[in-house]
């Protein structure tokens, strides 16, 4: 006796088997090629090709001459710089995805500015250091971890597309923190404070995270 002559000890599930042949010869449930829209885009996100304008109703008219950034707090070396000590760091191009709490999402955005990293490497934040405050000429603020701060692609942006930042958007120049929700990126930026502890900012205060990272969904605390 071969093995083909095996006798069975029970019922064949006929119809359970012929309808997973049927699967794979249809290929059910294939998605076919990874679809690089649904793995860039965070949870409860949608795309826009636009870019929405938000802001608390103010939008400072500030001339390149009006602007400073002054960076104090718990670091070594404190600074201010004027627009023109600003543009004659080290100048980054970046392209980054932008993710806005009210659940939209633009890509490809094209910036240019000094990096955060730069920055943090001229006033040395202290051992202690563990935060920042972002303050704007709106009266605006927002805090953040300084691990997330200090990322890599953070930038201090003063061009978009190849254009200067418009006002509407925070021109001269704003924070651009692209791995977190886009209320982290202060527009108007006029000074950063670098803190031990935690504090709240602007929409903190009202009920948003103090991290704010998309993809694990903190848009609330
Ligand atoms: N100074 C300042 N920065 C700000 C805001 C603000 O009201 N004032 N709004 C924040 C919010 S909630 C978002 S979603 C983005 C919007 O930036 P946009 O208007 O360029 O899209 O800016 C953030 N930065
Ligand atoms: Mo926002």
Not at 34 to 43: G, I, N, T
Not at 66 to 81: H, N
Not at 117 to 139: I, N, W, Y
């Amino acid at each position: 006796m071969d093995d083909d002559d095996v006798p069975l000890l029970g019922r064949l599930k006929d119809k359970l088997i012929g309808a997973k042949q049927d699967w794979a010869r249809q290929g059910r449930g294939l998605t076919g090629a990874p679809d690089p829209k649904r793995r860039r885009l965070p949870p409860g996100q949608r795309e826009v090709s636009d870019w929405p304008v938000l802001d608390l109703g103010i939008t400072p008219d500030l001339s390149t001459a009006d602007w400073s950034l002054t960076v104090a707090g718990a670091v070594e070396a404190p600074l201010k710089w004027s627009w023109d000590a600003f543009m004659a760091q080290p100048q980054t191009e970046l392209v980054t995805d932008i993710h806005c709490v009210t659940t939209w999402s633009r890509y490809d955005n094209r910036w240019a500015g000094v990096t955060v990293r730069h920055l943090l490497g001229l006033v040395r934040p202290r051992p202690q250091a563990a935060f920042v405050m972002l303050k704007s000429f709106d009266g605006y603020s927002t805090n953040l971890p300084l691990d997330l701060f200090a990322a890599e692609d953070a930038l201090l942006a003063h061009t978009w597309q190849g254009e200067p930042l418009s006002r509407e958007h925070g021109g001269p120049v704003r924070a651009m923190i692209p791995q977190l929700y886009f209320w982290k990126s202060a527009k108007w930026l006029r000074a950063i404070t670098v803190m031990d502890k935690d504090s709240p900012g602007y929409w903190e205060l009202r009920g948003y995270h103090d991290v704010g990272d998309p993809w694990r969904e903190e848009r609330y605390r």
